[in-house]
């Protein structure tokens, strides 16, 4: 197999006399938003530092990789469903109801006389203190449990998108409702509190750090890895990207739109579930009214990362970029001491001018 | 005609209605292994509902398709994949945020196993593109994107695609339609090699320079149904044009 070069003149070969090869800076990842939108976050960075002696110190940037951890893993899921073109408003509303599920399965399994709490939990001998019969296990079985409701979520959202034709727009806007709405239902308004002999489990896992790095951070890296991978290497990250940039070509040469869009709807919702779960963790509760309006900083952060509303353009470099530079900014404010209000007007004005920004590039290279 | 070869695809009876609206009525059509038909016929004579059809887009309201001597129900376009129908779309079919080799194989991508993981395997892809492009004489690059070329180069990408399996019957919808005039005799060349390898081409084309340069056969359609079904050499252009307008109601 030989490579056909510029410089190669035998006949068989092709020859590309008319059309040259683009620059390594056109293409790929250098040509795209996010390669950009990465530059000013180190600019910023760099600003920042020299602007507050605070903003480079180690508990500072434990606190922002915390707290960027927090959306991040969430707009690594919604990125899947804006790569083909489609948009889930629900992600806010499913934080929190995966989180309540969860803490609410905790606390039930480990309180005895509660249903099915006689397989997981015995009574010390003391009558008072109440013992896990494996250890770990309530943890595994209501972090599923979280975890299966968001993956039901998931499924109603693809299956309205993708079989009934519904808009993604419609579709997860009533889901936003339905879901706060049981979750108010299932809590009855009140916060639920992860609960039981292993809580403490759940606190190291969700507020724990390995030697200073945060345990949400660990996880937003390894699944951004597998992001990366699946997006790029296999042939259901290769149909994403064609559905968002052409649906009806994807259908023709045979790809089953239907089934990649809602697999798509289902990796957000497990997304945010998980994210959901871990934010409990870090609050110590699952409030009612947690993560109200996170939806929009999730896809606040994924556009400006470079995900293309449109369809068709997105990764996980991105999605994180984005996260980052939305709570470096926040973070600067605050060390600025700028009245916080001011917080949601720039990030306004950021998303605003990154998509002006690839346009006015689009135009000019 | 010889009995040589059976008949690669047989079409008895099709019709096909959109709610009020017939599209297509009684069209009979045998087509040979090694034949090239043009089908001809005004906008809305039905050409497109008869290719998609036979490509698994929708299935007729009507008549039955034997391909390969057996009786075929095609219900997506994979089915008629399957079975060796490819089609090269008017409007290509290609995405364009994917690069050339990506959209060639789209759908059928090559992969390999890493371990637990099954992977694509790019280079396998891009080396195999770059042969079918070669084969086009076509000057495109497996890993440039399809939105940054020219209407040739998507032209070959798209014909690229019908030559990865082995096909039995390639359709095209207006290949030549937006191409340069080196690239229609490529296209041209490509038929004929098509049908030196006992491949059967349906051509759909409104440019009548191209069905007598390369076609055996002319079916004309017009209001959904079969006017004329004979071999170019005992028809002339104004025979077809006449055909096609109606000034001449059949032959």
């Known amino acids: 197999m030989s490579v056909p070069s510029e410089t190669s003149a035998a006949s068989p070969e092709v020859t590309f006399t008319n059309v040259g090869a683009s620059r390594w800076w056109h293409r790929g990842v250098f040509a795209s938003q996010t390669a950009y939108v990465t530059l000013a976050l180190i600019a910023l960075i760099v600003i920042m530092s020299f602007a507050s002696p605070y903003f480079l110190t180690q508990g500072n940037l434990q606190n922002v990789a915390k707290n960027f951890s927090f959306i991040a893993i969430a707009t690594l899921g919604i990125t899947f469903v804006i790569i083909t073109g489609g948009i889930d408003l629900s992600v806010g509303s499913l934080m929190c109801f995966a989180a309540m599920i969860t803490s609410m399965v905790m606390t039930s399994l480990s309180t005895p006389g509660m249903p099915l709490s006689s397989l997981f939990v015995h009574l010390a001998a003391d009558g008072k203190t109440v013992v896990a019969n494996v250890p770990g296990l309530i943890l595994i079985v209501s972090v599923l449990a979280g975890l299966a409701v968001s993956l039901v979520v998931g499924l109603i959202n693809g299956a309205c998108v993708a079989l009934l034709g519904l808009s993604p727009f419609v579709t997860t806007l009533g889901m936003l409702s339905i879901v706060r709405g049981l979750g108010y239902v299932v809590s009855n308004g009140k916060g639920s509190f992860p609960g039981g002999p292993d809580a403490d489990y759940f606190y190291a896992l969700t507020q724990g750090d390995v030697y200073g790095v945060p345990a949400p951070f660990i996880y937003l890296i390894l699944l951004a890895l597998v992001m990366a991978l699946v997006l790029h290497h296999t042939a259901f990250g290769r149909h994403v990207f064609a559905i968002g940039g052409n649906e009806k070509a994807a259908e023709l040469t045979g790809v089953s739109v239907p089934r990649v869009k809602i697999e798509v709807y289902v990796v957000g919702a497990l997304a945010a579930g998980l994210q959901g779960i871990i934010i409990s963790g870090w609050l110590g509760s699952a409030p009612a009214n947690m993560a109200t309006s996170y939806e929009l900083n999730v896809i606040a952060a994924a556009v400006i990362g470079g995900a293309n509303l449109a369809g068709g353009i997105g990764g996980p470099l991105g999605a994180i970029v984005g996260c980052v530079l939305l709570e470096v900014i926040r973070n600067g404010l605050v060390l600025a001491q700028v009245n916080s209000y001011w917080q949601q007007t720039l990030v306004g004005v950021i998303i605003i001018a990154a998509v002006l920004v690839d346009r006015i590039r689009a135009r000019l290279l | ?251």
């Open chain 2, 1 to 251: 005609m010889a009995a040589a070869a059976l008949p690669v695809l047989e079409l008895k009876g099709l019709g096909k209605q959109f709610g009020a609206i017939r599209a297509l009525h009684g069209v009979d059509l045998t087509i040979r292994p090694g034949e090239v038909v043009g089908l001809m016929g005004d906008n809305g004579a039905g050409k497109s509902t008869l290719v998609r059809i036979i490509a698994g887009n929708f299935p007729p309201s009507q008549g039955t398709i034997h391909f390969g001597g057996r009786e075929v129900h095609f219900h997506r376009p994979m089915d008629s994949r399957s079975v060796g129908i490819e089609v090269v779309y008017q409007d290509l079919a290609l995405a364009n945020n994917l690069t050339a080799a990506a959209n060639v194989f789209l759908g059928r991508e090559l992969k390999r196993n890493f371990g637990p993981l099954v992977l694509l395997d790019h280079k396998g892809m891009e080396a195999r593109a770059l042969e079918l492009f070669r084969e086009l004489r076509s000057e495109t690059r497996p890993h440039d994107l399809v939105k940054d070329m020219s209407g040739g180069q998507r032209q070959a990408v798209a014909i690229a695609r019908t030559r990865l399996s082995n096909a039995k019957l390639v359709m095209m919808d207006e290949p030549t339609a937006a191409i340069s005039v080196r690239q229609v005799e490529q296209v041209l060349s490509l038929i004929h090699r098509l049908k030196e390898q006992g491949i059967a081409v349906i051509l759909i084309s409104h440019r009548m320079p191209d069905i007598f340069a390369v076609c055996d056969r002319v079916v004309v359609m017009r209001r959904g149904e079969k006017k004329a079904d004979k071999p170019v050499a005992e028809t002339s252009p104004e025979e077809v044009t006449a055909l096609i307008t109606g000034a001449k109601e059949a032959a």
